[in-house]
Nanobody
C-alpha cells in the first residue's frame, strides 16, 4: 500500500506563487509516473502536470505551461509543483497521484490540498 500526503496549499493573491509538496510512503518502489490533478467545484478533474519517476520527462496542461513546474526528489520520495503567476482560475483542490504502470490510470491518490487564488 502507498500513502501520499500533500502540503503547501493556501490562499494567495493573483500573480503570487505557491509550492506544493507530495510525500510518498509505503510500498513506493519504482512507480511509472506521478502527477498533480486539480478539481474545482463543478468541474471535471484536470491533469495539471506529470513526471516520469525514472528520468526527467514531464508534461503539462496547456493552461499551466510556462507558469507551473513539476519536479521530484527520488531520494526523498517527494514530488513538487512550483506554481507561479497564479490566476483565480487556478483555484482548486490539488491532488497528488501515483501511476504504477504506463498507460494505466492513477493507482493511488492523496487527500488533496486547497489552493485559492484571490483576484
Amino acid at each position: 500500500q502507498v500513502q501520499l500526503v500533500e502540503s503547501g496549499g493556501g490562499v494567495v493573491q493573483a500573480g503570487g506563487s505557491l509550492r506544493l509538496s507530495c510525500v510518498a510512503s509505503g510500498r513506493t518502489t519504482s512507480p511509472n509516473a506521478m502527477g498533480w490533478i486539480r478539481r474545482a467545484p463543478g468541474s471535471e478533474g484536470e491533469l495539471v502536470a506529470a513526471i516520469r519517476w525514472s528520468g526527467t520527462t514531464t508534461s503539462y496542461a496547456d493552461s499551466v505551461k510556462g507558469r507551473f513546474t513539476i519536479s521530484k526528489d527520488n531520494a526523498k520520495n517527494t514530488m513538487y509543483l512550483q506554481m507561479n503567476s497564479l490566476k483565480p482560475e487556478d483555484t482548486a483542490v490539488y491532488y497528488c497521484a501515483m501511476q504504477l504502470r504506463f498507460g494505466e490510470s492513477f493507482d493511488y491518490w492523496g487527500q488533496g490540498t486547497q489552493v485559492t487564488v484571490s483576484s
